[in-house]
């Protein structure tokens, strides 16, 4: 009988041996995986410059040109810069897309370009979630991931003023517009059967207009505006 318990013992220890074998291993290869997403999420935070990746089987559907980005980036009022920029921390999900995309590339993937607003930016003289993109020749770049929510339309109306000159100026003569057209005839005359339209109101939007471009341009320059045609790409905050 002890013979037999011996034996049952001896058994049983061999399997708690190769269970904890295969555990060593099996955490081994987990804290190498999680060195390998470190190394990635550096690669991403460290990225400058141009450097062209080599895709097979690439998606067209995540295919974008430059120009298309630009574009983009006016609409939205955002910065598309490298990844070497980028304030914040990597999500998980990128980390896996970006590993699917090493499978089928000739080499390591480098050169990441990151699309989002300046807030999300290590600026020189320094809401919307960000894109990751990576190069792949010919002015084209590949979406590698996009963690967060959609762009929200807003984010157009609001940064639609600001794309260009003829934008801002555009929208100071509305505002002079709206204010005209708002304002009571009896602020405008002391004629007491003035109507509506008359000399006195096409002053006031004369006036209106030119005190309205007169605030909007010190603004501006006060504060060192961009427009978004000229910030799309630029590392500076203004």
């Known amino acids: 009988m002890n013979m037999a318990g011996n ?5 049983l220890e061999k ?14 290869l987990i ?15 460290g990225s400058k410059g141009k450097r062209v990746a080599r895709i097979r089987d690439l998606d067209p559907e995540r295919v974008y040109h430059l120009d298309t980005i630009r574009s983009c980036c006016i609409k939205y ?7 070497g920029l980028f304030k914040g921390d990597i999500p998980l999900q990128a980390i896996h897309a970006i590993r699917q995309l090493e ?3 000739d080499g390591p993937l480098l050169g990441f370009k990151v699309m989002a607003p300046a807030s999300r930016f290590r600026l020189c003289d320094s809401e919307v979630d960000p894109l990751l993109f990576v190069p792949i020749g010919d002015d084209r770049y590949y979406l590698v991931h996009k963690w967060g929510s959609d762009l929200h339309p807003m984010r157009v109306l ?3 003023p600001v794309r260009s000159a003829v934008h801002l100026g555009i929208t100071v003569l509305l505002v002079a517009v709206l204010l005209s057209a708002l304002i009571p005839t009896f602020l405008l005359t002391t004629d007491p059967t003035a109507s509506y339209w008359g000399v006195h109101r096409f002053l006031f939007l004369f006036w ?3 005190v309205c471009a007169s605030f909007t341009v010190f603004g501006w320059f006060a504060f ?15």
Not at 7 to 11: G, V
Not at 15 to 28: C, D, F, I, K, T
Request: charged share 30%.
């Open 208 to 210: 209106s207009a030119m």
């Open 103 to 105: 499978r089928r590339s």
């Open 77 to 83: 009022r955002l910065r598309f810069l490298d990844g």
């Open 15 to 28: 399997v708690l041996q190769g269970q904890q074998a295969l555990m060593a291993e099996v955490h081994l």
């Open 7 to 11: 034996l049952e013992r001896e058994r």
């Open 158 to 160: 609001a940064g639609w």
């Open 31 to 45: 804290a190498e995986e999680e060195k390998h997403d470190a190394i990635l999420r550096a690669t991403v935070l």
């Open 224 to 238: 060192f505006g961009q427009f978004s045609a000229e910030a799309w790409n630029s590392r500076h905050f203004n």
